[in-house]
Every structure is written in structure tokens, then in C-alpha cells.
């Protein structure tokens, strides 16, 4: 069965960072391109960053500049390490996998919450 673990999120001063990570378990992974979604009380889950199994990248523009999306295959691995957080970055934050180059994703974590104090 196919799981995805956050881990790293937290409460962290405006200004700060934080790194999460998503371990993948029984997945293939270099089928996959590996995504981080976010979801803020009240408002739709929404993208923040994608890496296809190349390696290329994506951003929300939202984000862009900020954070960066890796992945080490070895360790079956996805981590977003996030600077200069400001609170509109408070979420739930979720990883995600889909096919490598598709628009699903079919397989979700339970998500990690990070909170942003100013």
C-alpha cells in the first residue's frame, strides 16, 4: 500500500524557515513527479511546487523565490525547505505523487501543519 509521511511542520516566527519532508513507501517513485499543495483554513487546497523525475521544477508564483522543492531518489524522498515565511504562508501543507509529466495526482499525504506567527 502506497504511503506518504509528511514531517517538519510547525509554528515559526515571520521571517523564518522550515524544511519538510514527505518519505514515500511501496511507491515506484521514478514514475513519479512529486508535488507539495497547501490548504489554509477556510480557502481550496491550492499548488505550491512540483519536481518532475528529471528534476525540473515549478513554482506557485506565490512562492517562487522562496521555496524550493527537491527530492533524493535514493531515500524515496520529496522536501520543501521554505524561507522568509510571512503568516499567509500558514497551511496545511500535503505531498502528493502523480504519474511523471501528468495532471492527477493519485496518491496524498495526511498533511503537516506549518504556522506563521508575525
Known amino acids: 500500500q502506497v504511503q506518504l509521511v509528511e514531517s517538519g511542520g510547525g509554528l515559526v516566527q515571520a521571517g523564518g524557515s522550515l524544511r519538510l519532508s514527505c518519505a514515500a513507501s511501496?511507491?515506484?517513485?521514478?514514475?513519479?513527479?512529486l508535488g507539495w499543495f497547501r490548504q489554509a483554513p477556510g480557502k481550496e487546497r491550492e499548488f505550491v511546487a512540483v519536481?518532475?523525475?528529471?528534476?525540473?521544477?515549478y513554482y506557485a508564483d506565490s512562492v517562487k523565490g522562496r521555496f524550493t522543492i527537491s527530492r533524493d531518489n535514493a531515500k524515496n524522498t520529496v522536501y520543501l525547505q521554505m524561507n522568509s515565511l510571512n503568516p499567509e504562508d500558514t497551511a496545511v501543507y500535503f505531498c502528493a505523487a502523480g504519474v511523471d509529466g501528468g495532471l492527477q495526482y493519485d496518491y496524498w499525504g495526511q498533511g503537516t501543519q506549518v504556522t506563521v506567527s508575525s
Open positions: 519536481i518532475r523525475w528529471s528534476g525540473l521544477r
Open positions: 511501496a511507491l515506484t517513485f521514478s514514475r513519479f513527479q
